[in-house]
């Protein structure tokens, strides 16, 4: 098996090591694993490519490079230049230092490095540790996807229906915020919600006297609806959710008949 594997904390994140090993082990003995990362960090960027300006990328090492340009932007040079002629069989992105549930995937460069490989026709999974009061200062905070990871990427490629759609699936891996040991299993989650918490911003002042606004996250540790990701993830289950990039809303759809 030939895979792709990207994220959005940059080449130089711990989670992209953990990944490397997820998906080598994936790959087998006689496939290849294949690293195209973004050079510096790309937290929260979604699905954002470069579109108006070009992506520099150089090579690391053997079947690594790094681009300057979003995780998409990653899934693209991957695809159609560093692997042109050997297509990916597989795209992984991760491991993301942080959650991807919930409210959070709408953000993630991680998941946008998943949905941007769907979009290409290509089994993709985004990777994500939670972190909480058991894992954050551990001194593997990604013990849990490092002991699972390979295990639940081969479980649910094995369980990926054929496509019926145009919109390819993709799917959203989220480990809890828990040590290995303490993983209760596998969980098939609806993507929740954290009510009462959102983004924001905080203003602060640089020494010349500028005005700053830092992009600032609500409290991780809030459950959501029953059967949903964090939910799952808080009570101490590894959550997938499959996804599509299709964001029609089909439950409003007879409501709008009246309009036409």
């Known amino acids: 098996m ?3 594997i990207t994220n959005d904390d940059g080449i130089n994140a711990p989670g992209l090591a953990v990944l490397y090993k997820i998906a080598a082990e994936v790959a087998g003995k006689d496939g290849e694993v294949w690293t195209v990362a973004p050079a ?3 937290s929260g960027v979604a699905h954002c490519i470069s579109y108006t300006h070009p992506t520099m990328i150089a090579k690391m090492g053997d079947r690594s490079f790094a681009a300057e340009g979003s995780p998409a932007d990653c899934v693209l040079a991957g695809v159609h230049d560093v692997m042109k002629g050997r297509r990916p069989d597989l795209i992984l992105s991760g491991v993301n230092r942080g959650n991807n549930s919930a409210e959070n995937a709408l953000y993630s460069g991680t998941l946008g490095g998943a949905m941007e ?8 999974m985004a990777l994500s540790q939670y972190l909480g009061p058991a ?3 551990a001194e593997d905070p990604f013990d849990a996807a490092g002991q699972f990871g390979a295990d639940v990427v081969r479980k649910v490629l094995a369980a990926t229906p054929d496509n019926p759609s145009a919109y390819h699936l993709f799917y959203n891996i989220n480990f809890p ?3 290995a040991d303490d993983v209760k299993g596998v969980r098939v989650t609806t993507q929740g919600m954290r009510q009462g918490t959102n983004f924001s911003v905080e203003p602060h002042a640089s ?6 606004l830092w992009a600032k996250g609500g409290n991780q540790q809030i459950q959501t609806e ?5 939910a799952a993830n808080l009570d101490g289950y590894i959550s997938v959710t499959p996804m599509r990039a299709d964001l029609t809303a089909h439950d409003a759809l007879a409501a709008l008949k009246g309009i036409e």
């Open 2 to 4: 030939r895979i792709l």
């Open 40 to 42: 510096f960090e790309q």
């Open 117 to 124: 490989g769907a979009l290409q026709g290509i089994p993709s």
């Open 135 to 137: 894992n954050y200062t």
């Open 177 to 179: 915020p828990v040590m």
């Open 207 to 212: 020494p010349s006297g500028r005005r700053f």
């Open 226 to 230: 029953a059967g949903s990701d964090a």
